[in-house]
């Protein structure tokens, strides 16, 4: 007799960790081109995974990364019809130093697996894999139509992949859409997300005289590339912790009083929050929570900024250049096009004689909320109520997924956020990590998730 799903998931687990280990080894670092070979491999061992499985799967060419899709039909034309989506790629791992372990060598330390992208995103995207492979392993058969796709350029703003959904929206038609690739709330109680931000990313540079300088034979004179873009950097908030550029508010929307008050009843622990950043005090917007300021409203970070000398001692030097990366995460209704002309403005007002400017967009993606009801979130709010023996809270969250909006749109379909990571994961950082437990209850609770979408969308037709 076949094993029940749930004696091959405790049967197989040890091969499903080598299994994620051998995934987390391929470094599918998206943003650097001598990664590429590693991106495509990447995709390679998910198509082999998905054939495994018994997915009909294959490899979608892009401009960029490839896409890996997968697909598999239920013999029930009435089945409702789940897509997964997910990356594969990660962001890249400097400083290396920082690690204990090396990013691309999986290893454990008290429950938690440390490697690049095993909670953003490979981690997550195989507890799809495994759940799949448990269940048409087990039953021969999934309760509902699923397809899967997975990106190698989520790390980079998805460049490639609107066009994509866009050219594939009939082979793509789904019931809803399930994305793993975000935090629970806090150990031991799950979170089903109603928004993420929106991000507009830029670099500024600063252009003075032709070369560098002797700053006592110059400085004074000649005005200091360093010098100008730090003010305008400076001049990008208010003492209030607001965003200066003229007009940027007009589309922030207001909450409902309802939301607020349920963000301000979730157990939320600013001290412990603070202590674990190492930070004396917290700060942003004036009038708003730290939640709030992380959920509901919109910011503006300089992510980077480089000019002159900064090697070791002093070198009196006046630099003919400086550059920023200066990003904004936004909230509905926001549009990235918009706020990239409000910057483009504000740094040509502030462009001092003397200095020429440029502002290169890098990317950017809509900022999205949802209405967190209907039968798929019912199913995922059941199912984290099985696999973690807790009710999930309603929460926001302040990273970007660039492709939800447009799924939504393109697709005219309801967006889950499903995420296993913990909150303090490391996420783009050294020492990422994911709970080494939560693989087991990772799969469990998304087999759970597919039945009871199964059941519970089951009958309802495409444009229900
Ligand atoms: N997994 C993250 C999104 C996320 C971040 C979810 C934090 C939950 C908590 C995703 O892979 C990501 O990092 N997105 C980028 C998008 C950007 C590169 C266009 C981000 O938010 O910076
Ligand atoms: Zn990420």
């Known amino acids: ?22 995934f987390l080894r391929i470094p599918s670092v998206s943003a650097r081109r001598e990664f590429s070979a590693d991106v495509r491999r990447a995709a390679t061992w998910i198509q082999d995974q998905l054939t495994a499985a018994d997915l009909d799967s294959r490899i979608l060419e892009t401009d960029g990364h490839p896409v890996v899709w997968g697909e598999w039909r239920h013999p029930d034309p009435a089945a409702p019809t789940l897509l997964i989506y997910g990356h594969y790629d990660v962001q890249p791992p400097e400083p290396l130093e920082e690690w204990t372990s090396p990013p691309f060598e999986p290893e454990i330390r008290q429950g938690r697996i440390y490697a690049r992208g095993v909670t953003d995103d490979k981690g997550q995207v195989f507890l799809h894999l495994k759940a799949l492979e448990t269940l048409l392993q087990t039953e021969s058969e999934l309760p509902l139509n699923v397809i899967v796709l997975l990106e190698g350029e989520e790390e980079v703003g998805s460049p490639n992949l609107l066009p994509l959904v866009e050219e594939h929206r009939q082979r793509l038609a789904a019931d809803a859409v399930v994305i793993s690739d975000s935090h629970m709330f806090a150990p031991g109680v799950p979170s089903l997300l109603f928004s993420l931000r929106g991000l507009s990313y830029f670099e500024v540079r600063f252009r003075g005289p032709a070369g560098d300088l ?15 873009l730090a003010r305008l950097l400076a001049s990008l908030h208010d003492r209030q912790g607001r965003i200066t550029l003229e007009g940027f508010y007009d589309d922030v929307a207001e909450w409902d009083p309802e939301t607020r008050e349920a963000l301000r009843a979730l157990p939320f622990d600013e001290d412990a929050f603070r202590k674990e950043l190492q930070v004396d005090s917290l700060g942003g917007e004036e009038g708003f929570t730290t939640l709030e300021r992380l959920w509901m409203r919109p910011t503006c ?20 250049e400086a550059r920023a990366k200066v990003s904004f995460r936004l909230v509905p209704d926001q549009d ?23 502002v290169e967009e890098l990317h950017g993606g809509p900022p999205w909320r949802a209405e967190p009801r209907g039968p798929f979130f019912d199913a995922a709010r059941q199912a984290l109520e099985e696999g973690f ?6 929460t926001g969250e302040g990273g970007s997924i660039p492709i939800v909006r447009g799924f939504e749109e393109i697709l005219d379909v309801p967006v889950i956020l499903l995420g296993f990571g913990l909150p303090g994961s490391n996420m783009h950082a050294p020492n990422e990590w994911f709970p080494e437990s939560h693989v087991e209850r ?7 998730f597919y039945r009871k979408a199964g059941e519970l969308a089951g009958g309802t037709s495409q444009s229900a």
């Open 301 to 320: 970070d300089v992510n980077g900024f480089v000019s002159g000398y900064t090697g070791e001692g002093a070198k009196t030097v006046l630099p003919r």
């Open 336 to 358: 990235p096009q918009r706020v990239s002309r409000l910057f483009q403005e504000h740094v040509q007002a502030r462009t001092p004689p003397g200095i020429h400017s440029e």
């Open 442 to 448: 990772g799969i469990q609770t998304l087999i759970h």
């Open 389 to 394: 023996g807790a009710t999930p809270v309603l």
């Open 1 to 22: 007799m076949n094993p029940t799903p749930e004696e091959y998931l405790e049967r197989e687990l040890p091969r499903f960790r080598e299994e994620l280990f051998d």
């Open 214 to 228: 002797h700053s006592g034979s110059y400085g004074g004179a000649v005005v200091n590339p360093a010098n100008a």
